[in-house]
């Protein structure tokens, strides 16, 4: 396959994958469910599905990776789960707006986790995204204050640190984590059930969250997760931005729940940040190559 190619592959699997994920958060939200009865059923089919997956490659592959390799694995798998209860909390305690808004801050967070972990120190551009994000931040969750959000936009930001803590342990093992995502559903999906036997199941259209557990989820992790192979970090950092920008549309036009100013505010500071700092990436990865190009031709 040719480099135009490649790329062009590249390309259409992240934005498929992340035009999936932007029904996400609208599919939970239809099946007007208790939390729990949610978690249970969305990490229980997600789990179901990647499993059986991992299964039918395992029988045409013995190269296929680990569910959940090593102490490194399980670490991750555990930081998911985490992300995963944190995520559906938030779902149910603030606005769909809110919530993919500061879910956006993972990215920075994820910098700043490689600076101090990692020894990765980021570039001067990079510092200055940080402070402008944490800024949107700090208007999205000052807004809340009062209002009975706040608890919500707690939840988005610890699931938000539980996924850049995963994504950092991932890249300091160097461990193939392809499913180790899914796996990490295990951990929610046993919590939801001892909170189901004691609550009951409540949902009243199972269908919309099964179909978001069994097709969407799986399908937008593995568009997402095979990205990287044929695009840039950050060429696949611009498609995760579709949910951030197309839920909260989804949401108003489902649900007409319109986001208040100063969470646009501070949505819009957030979202501008992140485009213009995947830009910049984006364009001093290209000045490294043609330097390289022009060092070590071919």
Not at 76 to 102: D, E, H, W
Not at 201 to 229: S, T, Y
Not at 269 to 279: D, G, K
Request: net charge positive.
């Amino acid at each position: 396959m040719s480099s135009h190619n490649a790329h062009t592959k590249g390309l259409l699997l992240t934005a498929l994958g992340g035009l999936a994920l932007t029904i996400d958060i609208p599919l939970i939200r239809l099946a007007h469910g208790e939390a729990w009865t949610i978690l249970l059923l969305r990490t229980g089919c997600t789990f179901v599905a990647g499993l059986i997956v991992w299964a039918i490659w395992r029988s045409f592959s013995k190269n296929a990776p680990q569910l959940i390799p090593g102490w490194s694995g399980l670490v991750v798998a555990t930081l998911y789960g985490l992300g995963a209860i944190a995520f559906i909390t938030a779902v149910y305690n603030t606005s769909t707006a809110n919530l993919v808004f500061i879910l956006a801050f993972s990215t920075m967070f994820s910098a700043l986790l490689s600076w101090l972990f990692l020894k990765e120190r980021p570039q001067p551009l990079t510092l200055a995204a940080m402070a402008l994000m944490i800024v949107g931040i700090a208007i999205i969750v000052g807004d809340s204050v009062g209002t009975g959000n706040l608890f919500g936009d707690v939840m988005a930001l610890c699931s938000a640190l539980a996924i850049a803590c995963a994504i950092t342990v991932s890249r300091a093992s160097g461990r193939d984590m392809g499913f180790t995502a899914l796996t990490g559903v295990l951990l929610p999906f046993g919590l939801a059930a001892l909170m189901v036997s004691r609550t009951g199941f409540q949902v009243e259209a199972p269908w919309w969250i099964v179909f978001n557990g069994a097709v969407i989820m799986p399908f937008a992790f593995f568009c997402l997760a095979n990205g990287p192979k044929y695009i840039s970090g950050p060429e696949v950092a611009m498609f995760y931005l579709l949910e951030t920008v197309l839920a909260p549309v989804w949401i108003w036009m489902i649900f007409a729940e319109t986001p208040s100013r100063n969470s646009l505010i501070g949505g819009v500071i957030l979202i501008v940040t992140l485009v213009a700092h995947s830009l910049w990436q984006l364009h001093e990865g290209r000045k490294r190559r043609a330097a390289l190009t022009v060092a070590y031709p071919a």
